[in-house]
């Protein structure tokens, strides 16, 4: 095979960058991570002219080369490093055609790391709107650099992109500015002390922790005799280096760049009257939560009645079509009932993750982050705070690693720590199947019922538990840091449908995939868990039960056989080991082995008693109906009562079970000691407020 | 007294003066908060914080803290 193009895609946050990769890449990409750490990594490959094929690396986006966050410093990582495998052959700056300006800083510091680079404007469609018209060739000359005028909503430009790659090797590589020469003393013994390397990649390396703390050290040693400067020095130069850079930029595009005011249009100013006026701001962003939920529970059900259906019906055709055994048994009863756990998620995931990536498209979240800051100050978070608290209604993971835009570390750290009491659609299918078996199926007013009204509420009880603690943390913690904020408002757009779906279509798969895996294996453990036993009690069930109860009809027999094997199985053991610990709170046994399981990851729930109720009925029935139809053997009434299935509800609302979000916080906490005391907490939490709950409605 | 980005009315426009602080994050900076930019108010949240300006044709959102450490002429 041909070598391979490298191509690293840099730019700043709301330039269309990743609009940019998905046209270059189409479908032909792949999501992971950057080794050793959780940044995301997006990498496809591009078909060039004359069948060479270039590989697309989608750098994280950032405004400059000082990094900040552990994003940003990817990038450098990346491109200081000649013998790292993503280090590129040809790095392509996207910037965008209305905040060239500023798009430019970065441009001008990747071309001092003498890499072929190329600049993309973005967004040429908009230049007429807002009477802005370029001097391409001028640009390209000042610039010493290839201009490719891409429009990625329009689909234009991108083959001269392609083109400009495909001619890497003769594009400049020279810098188009010297920067450093506010303070030539010092600059000159720098290179004194390393004559064969690059000042500016030696000035990078210094600073880089000037605004960012590093996890682990990797510096090149700095000789001995070689005078440090002070961090507040050293800041005085990066504030004159970046002065500088913007002097050469306002002198390149007072020629370049020439913008018509007039002919420019204020959509923007217009809609943000709107958007972030003090009441109307808030009532618009209210409105906008309500529709989600509704989304989710509402119009997701459909899809989700007939997944259940469907899976019902798979596994009982499978049963009659297979003879019968071991092996047969274990799809149908371990391998179905478990997949169709995970299948039943994708309409709630993919429709919370619509929502989400069309609000960061439009530029809307910004909105929602500067109207909520000074609130969520009050607690101890950040407006920033607000992006992952709404995107942890669909999952804690990515949400946890939202929270890597907040600048202050004792407002990210509060946020970590309560973003998992936010209603992630894990917790949903749980609350969705107690809910229809415990709430009355009754209209409020017209369009609310009851069911969906107490959905809701257990979304504010998951929002309440977030904010209240990080209120009371933001009172423990003595953590001393920044308080400094700054977000860009982009400019509002119109969502492009394959940037979205693309995203919904990631999401719903890393989802499926990741904890698809971890339910898959426990339902098939369970499984096996449930059909053998470790005494004659099991084995010997069938003549037991027929000795004791002579004058019940074959169904019944068959029914009152299945239960007492399951009581006498493994698993049975293990359940009635802790039911003395789940009774206080109204669960029985098998509820009990549910709660086990779902420490692992919480939707193991729905699957584990779907598994453990499917083990030895024989009748198509949908999971729910097998719920419904458990009584107490003692008192006869219903296992899911109005009581329990509170108690329950709330359980699932404040406990911490999924051990991939306990091992993110880790990640980015880098300690043991926080992911164990929200462990701690949250369960004991949950274990006291069900109990109460019980107690008081039983 | 000092007039900074935090006495801005909504509407009005400022030249920055010096920088002179190094508090001031770098990233204001390279967003373009540079002696000599135009910057102008458009819009604050309920009690005047966080603040939404136009600087250097850049819209960004500052709380008041960093915007008060900010000196500015008014035109």
């Known amino acids: ?698 | 007294m000092k007039v900074t980005i935090a006495n801005l009315k909504k509407g009005q426009r400022a030249l920055i003066k010096e920088i002179t602080s190094d508090t001031i994050p770098l990233k204001l900076l390279e967003m373009g908060c540079l002696p000599g930019n135009e910057v102008q108010l458009l819009q604050t949240a309920p009690f005047q914080c966080p603040m939404y300006l136009t600087i250097n044709g850049s819209h960004l959102a500052i709380r008041k803290e960093i915007a008060s450490q900010i000196e500015i002429e008014i035109i």
């Not at chain 1, 990515?398 to 570390?409: D, G, H, K, L, Q």
């Not at chain 1, 860009?488 to 719903?508: D, L, R, S, W």
């Not at chain 1, 036993?533 to 027929?546: K, L």
Request: charged share 20%; aromatic share 10%.
């Open chain 1, 1 to 698: 095979m041909a070598k391979q193009i490298k191509v690293s895609l840099i730019g700043n946050p709301n330039t269309g960058k990743t609009s940019v990769f998905n046209l270059l890449t189409g479908l032909n990409q792949q999501v992971g991570n950057y080794p050793g750490i959780t940044v995301e990594k997006k990498e496809g490959v591009c078909k060039l002219p004359r069948g060479v094929k270039a590989h697309i690396l989608d750098l994280p986006g950032t405004y400059s080369l000082n990094a900040s966050s552990l994003d940003e410093n990817v990038v450098i990582e990346i491109l200081l490093n000649k013998k790292d495998k993503d280090f590129p052959d040809v790095a392509v700056v996207v910037s965008d055609v209305e905040n060239l300006k500023r798009n430019l800083l970065l441009f001008t510091q990747i071309k001092d790391l003498e890499i072929p680079t190329i600049l993309v404007i973005n967004m040429a469609d908009r230049m007429s709107r807002k009477g802005i018209s370029l001097d391409i060739p001028l640009l390209e000359k000042e610039l010493n650099t290839k201009i490719a005028l891409v429009s990625a909503r329009k689909n234009e430009g991108i083959d001269e992109l392609k083109k400009l790659i495909l001619s890497y090797a003769s594009i400049p590589a020279k810098p188009c500015v010297d920067a450093l020469t506010f303070a030539p003393e010092y600059f000159d013994r720098l290179k004194k002390a390393f004559p064969n390397q690059s000042i500016y990649k030696l000035w990078l390396v210094i600073t880089q922790d000037v605004n960012f703390r590093k996890i682990d050290k990797k510096k090149p040693a700095v000789p001995p005799d070689f005078e440090i400067k002070s961090e507040s020095e050293l800041k005085r130069f990066q504030q004159k280096e970046t002065i500088k850079r913007y002097q050469f930029i306002n002198q390149v595009l007072k020629k370049g760049l020439i913008i018509d005011e007039k002919a420019a249009t204020g959509l923007r100013a217009r809609l943000d009257r709107v958007l972030t006026h003090k009441f109307w701001g808030y009532f618009i962003f209210f409105a906008i939560l309500l529709l989600i939920f509704q989304a989710i529970y509402d119009w997701s059900s459909y899809p989700m009645d007939l997944i259940d259906e469907a899976f019902a019906w798979l596994s009982e055709t499978t049963k009659s079509v297979l003879p019968s055994g071991p092996f047969v048994d274990l799809i149908t009863e371990g391998i179905i009932p478990g997949l169709g756990g995970i299948v039943i998620f994708i309409p709630q995931i993919a429709f919370l993750f619509l929502f989400i990536s069309i609000l960061e498209e439009s530029g809307y979240m910004s909105r929602v982050v500067f109207l909520m800051d000074r609130v969520m100050r009050k607690f101890g978070l950040s407006g920033k705070s607000v992006v992952p608290l709404v995107s942890g209604t669909a999952c804690a993971i990515p949400a946890v690693m939202a929270t890597r835009n907040i600048e202050s570390w004792k407002e990210r750290l509060i946020t970590i720590l309560v973003v998992p009491f936010t209603t992630c659609s894990a917790r949903l299918p749980v609350y969705l199947i107690i809910i229809t078996l415990v709430i009355p199926d009754e209209k409020v007013g017209w369009i609310f019922s009851y069911q969906s009204l107490t959905l809701m509420l257990l979304y504010f009880i998951g929002f309440g538990a977030a904010v209240g603690s990080a209120w009371i943390l933001n009172k423990i913690l003595k953590i001393k840091s920044n308080n400094y904020f700054v977000i860009e408002m982009p400019g509002y757009k119109m969502p492009m449908f394959k940037n979205v779906a693309i995203n919904v279509i990631e999401k719903t798969k890393a989802f499926v995939f990741g904890a698809g895996k971890i339910i898959l294996a426990i339902s098939i453990i369970l499984w096996v868990l449930a059909s053998f036993g470790p005494n004659e009690n099991f084995s010997n069930a069938e003549e037991i039960v027929t000795s004791e109860y002579v004058d019940l009809s074959q169904e019944e027999l068959d029914q009152k056989i299945a239960s007492y094997k399951l009581e006498y199985s493994f698993i049975g053991y293990a359940g009635k080991a802790i039911e003395p610990i789940v009774a206080p709170l109204g669960y029985d046994w098998k509820i009990g082995i549910g709660i086990i399981s779902s420490f692992a990851a919480r939707e193991v729930f729905v699957g584990t008693l779907a598994t453990i109720y499917s083990v030895g009925s024989d009748e198509e029935e949908t999971i729910k109906n097998r719920m419904a139809s458990e009584v107490h053997p003692v008192t006869g009434n219903p296992i899911f009562n109005l009581a329990s299935g509170i108690s329950l509800l709330l359980f699932y609302a404040f406990a911490m079970q999924c051990m991939s979000t306990l091992a993110i916080v880790k990640r980015e906490t880098n300690s043991w000691k926080w992911p164990m005391m929200q462990l701690i907490f949250m369960s004991v939490l949950a274990y006291v407020i069900a109990l109460v709950a019980y107690q008081i409605l039983k």
